[in-house]
C-alpha cells in the first residue's frame, strides 16, 4: 500500500493505492477537482461519499453516493466541485480472468460492460458507462471493496480469492447497470457466433492449434458462422484465436515463474518467435518485459505518475 498526495499541503486531495498488478484498488479523498487522464486499462469507479460534477467529452452530469462510472480503455474525465468526495477505484488487467471464460462469456452484461473491448472489438465508442445504484446493492458493493482492499493489503493480488473478489464486483455492478440504464446493456450471441467462440476456447484452453477449415461446424452453415462472428467480435476466427491464446499465454506470464519458451509451447504456438510476435501484437511490448512490468515479481510503483 501506498500513500499519495496531489500537494504537499493538509487538508487536500488524498490517494492511497493497495494492491499491485494484476489488480489494483485506490481510494481517492477528493475536496478540488481531479482530472484522471485516458487509460490503457478497464477501471471501475465507485462513489462511496460527497458528490461532484462529473465532465467527460460528451458533456457533465451530477454524481452522488452510489454512482459507478466503469471506463473501458480511452476515455479522459475529470471530477469538479467535489464536496468531500470518498471515490474508490479498481482497476484490472482483463487477460488475468482469461481462464474464467465460461462465467464470462454466459453473462452477456458482464462481457458488454467489462470484457468486449479486451476479448473483442476496438474501438468502441461507448468507453464509459455511469449509473446509479440502489442502496442495499451500494452496501453490497462497498463491503466487497473493503474484503478486495484487505487481500490486497496483504500482498494476495494472486490468490484466487482477489480473482472472485474482482468477479463477484463485476456481477454487482453489471445486475445495476441492466436495470439502471437505458439502451442495450448486453451482447446479442448469435448461436452460431457463440458455437465458434466455445469451440475455440476449448482449443486454446488445451494448447491445440486451431483449424478453420477442421472446425465442428456444430450444424451451422460456415457462411453463417463466419458472418455472425466477425458482427461480433470485428474479428476472423483464426485471428479471435491467437487473440485468446496471447490472453491464455499473459496469464502465466502473470501467475507463475515459468519461461517464456515453455509457455509459448504450452499454448500451441509453433516458435517461441511466432509467440513473442503475436504477444507484441496484442500487448504492445514484449512477453519478457509484460512480466516485468505486471507479474508476481513486479515492483509496486511508488511514483505520483503512476498513480492514474
Not at 500513500?3 to 487536500?12: I, N, Q, R
Not at 452530469?61 to 474508490?88: D, T
Amino acid at each position: 500500500m501506498a500513500l499519495f498526495f496531489k500537494k504537499s499541503a493538509p487538508g487536500e486531495n488524498r490517494i492511497e493505492n493497495s494492491g499491485r498488478w494484476p489488480v489494483r484498488l485506490t481510494h481517492f479523498y477528493l475536496i478540488e477537482d481531479y482530472e484522471f487522464p485516458p487509460t490503457n486499462f478497464p477501471e471501475i469507479f465507485f462513489v462511496q461519499e460527497g458528490n461532484f460534477l462529473h465532465e467527460t467529452e460528451i458533456g457533465t452530469q451530477a454524481l452522488r453516493e452510489g454512482a459507478i462510472a466503469m471506463v473501458n480503455p480511452g476515455n479522459r474525465h475529470i471530477i469538479k466541485q467535489p464536496q468531500e468526495v470518498v471515490l474508490s477505484r479498481v482497476r484490472y488487467l482483463p487477460e488475468w480472468l482469461a481462464q474464467e471464460y465460461q462465467l464470462i462469456i454466459n453473462s452477456p452484461e458482464v462481457v458488454s460492460l467489462f470484457f468486449d473491448q479486451s476479448w473483442f472489438r476496438y474501438p468502441r465508442d461507448d468507453t464509459l458507462h455511469v449509473f446509479t445504484t440502489q442502496e442495499s446493492s451500494s452496501n453490497q458493493i462497498s463491503s466487497e471493496l473493503e474484503y478486495l482492499r484487505s487481500l490486497l493489503k496483504n500482498n494476495r493480488q494472486l490468490d484466487p480469492a482477489a480473482r472472485v473478489s474482482v468477479l463477484k464486483l463485476m456481477m454487482l455492478i453489471a445486475d445495476e447497470h441492466h436495470r439502471y440504464w437505458r439502451g442495450v446493456t448486453e451482447l446479442q450471441f448469435e448461436p452460431a457466433a457463440k458455437h465458434a467462440l466455445d469451440v475455440i476456447e476449448r482449443k486454446v484452453l488445451n494448447g491445440d492449434p486451431f483449424y478453420e477449415l477442421k472446425m465442428a461446424r456444430g450444424g451451422f452453415d460456415k457462411k453463417e458462422i463466419e458472418t455472425t462472428f466477425r458482427n461480433l467480435t470485428g474479428m476472423t476466427l483464426p485471428e479471435y484465436a491467437e487473440r485468446r491464446r496471447v490472453f491464455h499465454a499473459a496469464c502465466q506470464l502473470l501467475g507463475s515463474s515459468d519461461e517464456p519458451r515453455k509457455i509459448s509451447k504450452e499454448q500451441g504456438f509453433k516458435t517461441t518467435s511466432e509467440f513473442s510476435k503475436q504477444f507484441q501484437k496484442v500487448f504492445g511490448i514484449s512477453p519478457n518485459v509484460y512480466r516485468q512490468k505486471f507479474g508476481s515479481a513486479a515492483e509496486p510503483s511508488g511514483e505520483i505518475g503512476d498513480r492514474d
